[in-house]
């Protein structure tokens, strides 16, 4: 049986890598668990997709897309498919990809320059995607077509419910009067089901160009990555609630390290340039831990949303696990024989073989 445990300081200062995958023969680019959080998805620079079973702790499969490339694997609800966008294609695709059969089954087009965002919702069968082409599209997987579509999008994210859409656009694309302002960035939501034209929220952030955006499990939190650090908002109001300040370096700041949100949206987690991990308490602001194992900036890294499992990647996926105290018996307590049986290694079942030989 799996022991439910709850995420605390002392469970999260606990972590430590119990795992590391050296097969990737380039930098990995994204991380997914499946929804039910046994299987673990890695798209990697050498054109490939690593498949881990995350209770096994072990990798099980490699699919190759050498003609397109991989880049940002998506899950989709089936932990057998994922959805994936081209790196080496002149024509920029998402491909719905079964792993059950290892074949692409569809081919979602339009963007006309490279993906940067896949975000699937979760509550049906749409995603949306965005682009160095401006767009944020809305797209649906069993109709196989374009539902919606946003210009002058940045990047986009549905909320935890899948009924609310965050898009992030630019002043100076949307507001000509104030197009030399590139730090001054606004966050719409829009009703997600069917998508509305018109937002029923809007917040300003003035941060830096916003990259990336990603809400909190419980719906609570809104992150928004920049060159300035992760900003964690309030997401229903927009109030500024906390700004995590990775280790990074000014050439290339922070917006292309991935950060997330433990599956109880208590902590916050981002990787950093030198390798480290760095995990915060939500509700203090306060720094709780920093993990060190990788050698290269950490690219990507997710929590699972079952298990009280970390994984994270540069060229090599590690898996992150608390490392408990297990409380050892009692010398009082009399050890019976049965009890040996059902719980001896082979150098004890050795060693009683031989005394009952005697």
């Not at 998506?74 to 294609?89: E, F, N, P, R, V």
């Not at 630019?170 to 939501?189: C, F, Q, R, V």
């Not at 509305?196 to 917040?203: I, L, N, Q, Y």
């Not at 900036?297 to 090599?316: G, R």
Request: proline letters at 4%; hydrophobic letters at 35%.
């Amino acid at each position: 049986p799996i022991e439910k445990i709850k995420l605390t300081d002392d469970i999260i200062k606990a972590f430590k890598c119990t795992r590391v995958f050296k097969d990737c023969k380039g930098e990995v680019n994204s991380l997914d668990f499946s929804k039910d959080g046994k299987w673990l998805v890695a798209g990697s620079d050498d054109h490939s997709v690593s498949l881990f079973d995350v209770e096994a702790g072990k990798k099980t499969e490699t699919y190759y897309n050498k003609k397109y490339g991989v880049n940002l694997v998506t899950y989709t609800h089936s932990h057998k498919s994922i959805l994936c966008a081209s790196k080496l294609d002149h024509e920029p695709r998402i491909m719905y990809w079964s792993l059950h059969d290892n074949m692409i089954l569809f081919s979602f087009l339009g963007h006309t320059e490279e993906i940067t965002g896949i975000d699937m919702n979760p509550a049906n069968d749409t995603f949306v995607s965005t682009s160095k082409d401006n767009t944020a599209r809305v797209w649906n997987i069993a109709q196989k077509k374009l539902i919606a579509i946003y210009q002058c999008a940045k990047t986009a994210s549905f909320d935890n419910t899948g009924t609310v859409l965050a898009v992030v656009f630019a002043a100076a694309d949307i507001e000509p009067k104030e197009a030399k302002d590139t730090t001054k960035y606004y966050i719409n939501l829009y009703e997600a089901s069917p998508c509305k034209d018109t937002p029923f929220s809007t917040f300003m952030l003035e941060e830096g160009e916003i990259k990336r955006l990603k809400f909190s499990n419980n719906g609570q939190f809104l992150m928004c990555s920049s060159d300035t650090g992760y900003h964690i908002l309030d997401a229903y109001t927009g109030e500024k609630k906390h700004k995590f300040e990775p280790s990074i370096t000014p050439e290339s700041g922070s917006a292309n390290l991935e950060g997330g949100f433990s599956p109880d949206s208590q902590y916050f987690t981002c990787g950093a340039e030198d390798g480290s991990i760095t995990i915060w308490n939500l509700t203090t602001g306060k720094q709780v831990c920093k993990l060190e194992k990788h050698f290269n900036p950490v690219n990507c890294l997710k929590f699972s949303n079952k298990y009280a499992i970390l994984a994270s990647a540069c060229q090599n996926v590690l898996f992150w696990q608390p490392q408990l105290p297990i409380p050892s018996p009692s010398p009082q307590t009399p050890v019976s024989y049965t009890h040996l049986r059902a719980h001896e290694t082979l150098r004890y079942l050795v060693c009683r073989l031989l005394l009952e030989k005697k």
